[in-house]
T-cell receptor
Framework: EADIYQTPRYLVIGTGKKITLECSQT?????MYWYQQDPGMELHLIHY???????EKGDLSSESTVSRIRTEHFPLTLESARPSHTSQYLC????????????FGPGTRLTVT | RKEVEQDPGPFNVPEGATVAFNCTYS??????FFWYRQDCRKEPKLLMS???SGNEDGRFTAQLNRASQYISLLIRDSKLSDSATYLC?????????FGAGTTVTVRA
């Protein structure tokens, strides 16, 4: 099993709240990713990081932000949650030189009411 | 146009059957190809890489056709545990592009 963790697993929150989704991995991977996935749909890359102090936006426009202060930690923050943010958020990382071999966390299922 | 297109299925097959499905990709410069497996409400996991020469991993056979830009996966002797959604994945540099998946349900 991959050593990548996400909390919370489920979150129901009201519109306008600030939320942070946590992601941690203990595999020492430099590259980390955040994906968004709706039921029956493909994963969309929203943020990625090459390592500490590196963050980049992905293909899907997102109102979220990320930070990478420590190798093992890659939190995602929504400053003001909206119903359109309702989705599953998946964090992933990969070993150096193997960007195709991504290990995913269990995901956070976010519902904004 | 989506980068990766898959028939969503579902493919409902009896145990022991062979099931095969394809995906197509739009970027002819794509470099690497993979199949991931995603169980219901779980995270995706790498199933296997796909090579032009074709490759097998137990009961699973993957094939790549660069000229026609499609990738295939064949599952022989299906087991109940093969029930899942199979994601076709294409890599360009560091980025992975995922298809929406083909759902396979194996029935007893």
């Amino acid at each position: 099993e991959a050593d990548i963790y996400q909390t919370p697993r489920y979150l129901v929150i009201g519109t306008g709240k600030k939320i942070t989704l946590e992601c941690s991995q203990t595999m020492g991977h430099d590259k980390m990713y955040w994906y968004q996935q709706d039921p029956g749909m493909e994963l969309h890359l929203i943020h990625y990081s090459y390592g500490v102090n590196s963050t980049e936006k992905g293909d899907l426009s997102s109102e979220s932000t990320v930070s990478r202060i420590r190798t093992e930690h890659f939190p995602l923050t929504l400053e003001s949650a909206r119903p359109s943010h309702t989705s599953q958020y998946l964090c992933a990382s990969n070993p150096r030189g193997k960007s195709y071999e991504q290990y995913f966390g269990p995901g956070t299922r976010l519902t904004v009411t | 146009r989506k980068e990766v297109e898959q028939d969503p299925g579902p493919f409902n097959v009896p145990e022991g059957a062979t099931v095969a499905f394809n995906c197509t990709y739009s970027n002819s410069a794509s470099q690497s190809f993979f199949w991931y497996r995603q169980d219901c409400r779980k995270e995706p996991k790498l199933l296997m890489s796909v090579y032009s020469s074709g490759n097998e991993d137990g009961r699973f056979t993957a094939q790549l056709n660069r000229a026609s830009q499609y990738i295939s996966l064949l599952i022989r002797d299906s087991k109940l545990s093969d029930s899942a959604t199979y994601l076709c994945v294409v890599s360009n540099d560091y980025k992975l592009s995922f298809g929406a998946g083909t759902t396979v349900t194996v029935r007893a």
